[in-house]
């Protein structure tokens, strides 16, 4: 009813301003009607202009019908793609956006997915009882949104099923090789520079092109390294390895870590473990999953400068959550998005009703079963889990081919190691690109199909370049990923600008590329 009275007042005030500028058009003379619309220009126009730019990931599908209308176009033409065929590894949520955007493109494809299934870490790699974090409508593919039935978190259950529907949407089941594990992806020098693939049961095919869609929550990262962690005579696991309550049942329970993973375990301890206790390293904020009877990140908009944003948010958790103190929680040294939320309305409930205690980080282990923290506190285990993360890796190409450089910023000062590949390209060799290495603050959907029409559009017009894409979109200022943590309107509103840009590629090489590019072997 709000938003109602608030567009009828915006329409009545636009409209009466409407009228007293047609009387004054009207009367004035030409000079005066001349300076009038420079002054409307002068004043409507940035604004206009800075609204404009803003994407909306949510909503915006402009681009998906712009690349819509170009591949029907070369449809009716007779035209058809004559470039090389790709290999695509993984048919998780990254690698199935990427098929169904070859797919339409006309791109010829064969993936190998290790699993039996689809649905990658959502069919093997999470737990029984888990949620998405992300909202139905920032996590669904925008080429196939999910059945508006779902509800605003669904289940991990609900996921599978939705990842299920969209390969069977697209037909995608035909181009997958299940069980089937690649060891090892080589390139062959030569004039076309195709790839080798060799599998891990030692069969090898050979590609056009590869493309690497396997993910990141694989390669996990432990916490520690602990002072005499090997004297800890307990169980240890990551929760990568936690399926079930009944792995927690009876037992005292230490998860470590701050993150959503930890989190949902520690809460899951709080309702079938004999005790449930959280052990945080550095503080972070919780955000409610509903805030103003809506998704959090959903309140989140496009236009929203990041400064804005940090101060509403710190209020507003302020405000409904109060001090991190008063749960015995360590209070964020960093700022807002500086790293990913999380996004948890149980754990500071649970702490509240006793059944889930917090301490600080792990001091030392003290033999047996017992643990020390920072606090000077000691306790008991049974049961040790890491939720800790997962480190960024590609370890199926061969070494050389992507190169990593150990880079500080503001959030990692001790340095993580980044691939310097563009948009996701490899820069000194043709057709290799590896998809889903990032990760978005929240809502990865519309930012896979942006990327996978993004990926389609760069295989199809490297087949009018002398030199690797990557290098090419290089050659105009595109850097290599810096950062892990994606700003998702950012990356949104950058990627289309980016997708209308592609067309101009093999102008750019004519012009400012004369020589191979660093390292490009043909």
């Known amino acids: 009813k709000i938003r109602s009275v608030i567009r009828a007042m915006k329409g009545y005030v636009l409209h009466f301003l409407s009228l007293i500028g047609l009387v004054y058009f009207r009367k004035s003379d030409r000079r005066a009607r001349t300076w009038l619309l420079i002054a409307l220009y002068a004043i409507a126009g940035p604004p206009a202009l800075w609204l404009a730019h803003f994407r909306d990931p949510i909503t915006d599908q402009e681009y998906l019908r712009q690349r819509a209308k170009k591949q029907k176009a070369l449809r009716d033409s007779g035209k058809k793609y004559e470039g090389p065929d790709f290999c695509v590894i993984g048919a998780g949520f990254s690698g199935l956006g990427v098929m169904g955007a070859l797919k339409r493109a006309g791109i010829p494809f064969l993936c190998f997915e290790a699993a039996d299934s689809v649905g990658g870490n959502w069919a093997h790699g999470v737990y029984e009882n888990v949620n998405i974090i992300s909202s139905r409508l920032t996590t669904e593919y925008k080429d196939f949104p999910m059945p508006k039935y779902y509800p605003d978190f669904p289940s991990a259950q609900q996921m599978c099923k939705y990842l299920n529907m969209y390969a069977d949407h ?229 070494e050389g081919v992507i190169r990593w450089d150990k880079i500080k910023n503001h959030r990692h000062t001790d340095g993580r190691t980044y691939p310097d590949l563009i948009a996701g390209a490899a820069a000194r060799h043709k057709n290799l690109f590896v998809n889903g290495i990032g990760q978005p603050r929240y809502g990865a959907g519309p930012l896979i199909t942006l990327g996978a029409e993004a990926l389609a559009a760069l295989i199809e017009i490297q087949t009018k370049l002398k030199y690797p894409v990557g290098a090419v979109l290089a050659k105009i200022g595109a850097k290599p990923m810096r950062d892990y943590l994606v700003d998702p309107h950012q990356a949104f509103t950058d990627g289309v600008g980016g997708l209308s840009m592609i067309k101009y590629l093999p102008l750019v090489e004519s012009w400012f590329m004369s020589s191979p590019p660093p390292g490009y072997v043909e």
């Open 170 to 398: 697209f037909n995608l089941r035909d181009h997958i090789q299940f069980n089937s594990s690649v060891a090892l992806v080589e390139p062959l020098n030569g004039k076309d520079q195709k790839w080798k693939v060799t599998m891990k049961n030692g069969a090898t095919r050979v590609f056009g092109g590869v493309i690497i869609a396997n993910g990141h929550h694989w390669n996990k990262r432990w916490g520690g390294p602990y002072k005499n962690e090997g004297k800890f005579e307990g169980e240890q696991m990551h929760s990568k390895e936690y399926k079930v309550p009944a792995q927690l049942a009876g037992k005292r329970v230490l998860v470590i870590g701050c993150g959503n993973s930890a989190c949902d375990v520690a809460v899951e301890g709080g309702r079938y473990a004999k005790s449930s206790d959280v052990s945080v390293r550095n503080g972070t904020y919780y955000f409610p999953r509903i805030l103003l009877g809506r998704p959090t990140i959903e309140i989140v908009r496009p236009w929203m400068p990041l400064w804005f944003q940090r101060i509403w948010i710190r209020i507003a958790l302020r405000l409904f959550l109060g001090r991190y103190e008063e749960y015995g929680l360590e209070p964020p040294k960093h700022r807002v998005w500086d790293r990913h939320p999380t996004i948890n309305s149980d754990l500071l409930n649970y702490i509240r009703l006793g059944k889930i205690t917090p301490h600080r980080d792990i001091k030392e282990f003290l033999g047996g079963k017992r643990v020390e923290f920072l606090g000077g506190e000691t306790c008991e285990y049974d049961l040790i889990i890491h939720a800790t993360g997962y480190n960024v890796s590609v370890p199926l190409v061969q």
